[in-house]
DNA sequence: ATTGGCAATTTTGTATACGATATTGACTTT
DNA sequence: AAAGTCAATATCGTATACAAAATTGCCAAT
């Protein structure tokens, strides 16, 4: 989506932040996060007063939050945070596992050398967080991993594609590793995948990756189950 | 996305048709339509005229837009139509099929009966397209061939994701199919896919998808190789 | 003739204003 | 007492107004 759900203030170019573009991060964030839970109405003048804005910009970040499929506007009733069944949640991990695993097979066709190298070289070094249980570490190893795929791809558009899809999802997968031995399970399939990449088996590295992902979803699936019976 | 890219205008709750709306969806077909060409400059104050409206929801369609990525917002520079290179529609088209591969081979192992007797009627029903050249109806009968199959893996966010590829592909498949030879070629790709899926040959299903597609693709990309060479 | 800088103009980004619709609460009626 | 109706209120959608930044055109200087 080009720099569209785009935390992305870096490319080069040194393009001025609009105050509606601060504002739809925030608010991104806060929904990711869970501070502004699902179903909550967001009042716009509301959220001028807070961002200390008009409502202008507010309802810019409002309508760009809307395609992404974040918020919900019902024309004249109103903005609230998305209300995401857990059946909804399940699908979202289902499709984010079979994206990862296309991803994961069109880059076992594409990678360079230099590439795997650095896939290796991280997997080696994420060993050391999984023996200080060091799960924010682990974390953003694990998204910079998956993200090294994606270009290894060599296909910015999908690589693009499976990045938003990944950060819709980040809310969801907040309670994800909490686990010590998920992260050395974690830890072993990514050997499994990376020995697949390194053998160019596509399909198995696919299937591997597949598994990968479904196994993170399922623990989160139970969490989320009784999580949000809650609002259902 | 939701009803995101959404023409959408269903959905029994009966929701009023907002200005903003209404100008995201004309300027969405005529970006699509080629109407409104890569890299033409969109001035607000024009597009509020021309619509009789004022800027305000002329920036929201606007801001829409720039989400899904059919326009570029430059800020305080302006807004255009994205320029579209070459490399990228074919990285798209290379989602787009495998996208479909992995909706397909899904299927596979999630059709019901119903949904397969709806694609073999259909499939019977396009024969007659194919001999008539109807290009226009075989067009349409394509696009439904497609969404039943996304329907079929019974994922509705996987299935909204692949439509809102699918159309943001639109603009460049316009050309695809002008040849009557193509036309029948594409109705035996999608007997040999019946007969996978009905084989219950998921994976088997998902490579045929993605030759079909690539078939069709190739096509357009010759076509694209040389036209849009102009603004490149 | 070309390039550099400056002023005028245009266009964007944000703020404010106004009309219309939905929501809320009280009151009446059965 | 419960339900329906109507008025008051609040909030949304759109229009207009204003300030800041960028583009454009002109003039001068090399």
Known sequence: MERAGGND????????????????????DEIA??????????????LANRFGASRTPVREALRQLAVTGLVEIRPRRGVIVTQTTPERI?????????????????????????ERGRLI???????ALVQR???????KFNREFHEVIYGATHNAFMAEQALTIR???????????????????SREEHEAILNAIAQGEGDEASRRMRAHMLNA??????YIATQTRKDV
């Open 90 to 114: 399940m699908e979202m991990f289902e499709m984010s596992a079979e994206i990862e695993a296309m991803c994961v097979r069109i880059a076992t066709y594409r990678i360079t050398p230099i």
């Open 133 to 139: 249980s060091d799960i924010d570490g682990y974390d």
């Open 33 to 46: 996060s869970g501070a502004l839970p699902p179903g909550m109405g967001l009042d716009e003048q509301e």
């Open 9 to 28: 203030p870096s490319a080069g170019g040194e393009e001025p932040e609009l105050l509606s573009d601060q504002i739809r991060n925030v608010l991104t």
């Open 167 to 185: 950060n819709r999802l980040k809310a969801f997968r907040r309670t994800q590793l909490r686990h010590g031995s998920r992260l050395a399970r």
């Open 217 to 222: 979803a399922s623990a989160i699936g139970r």
């Open 121 to 127: 070289e991280m997997h080696d070094a994420s060993e």
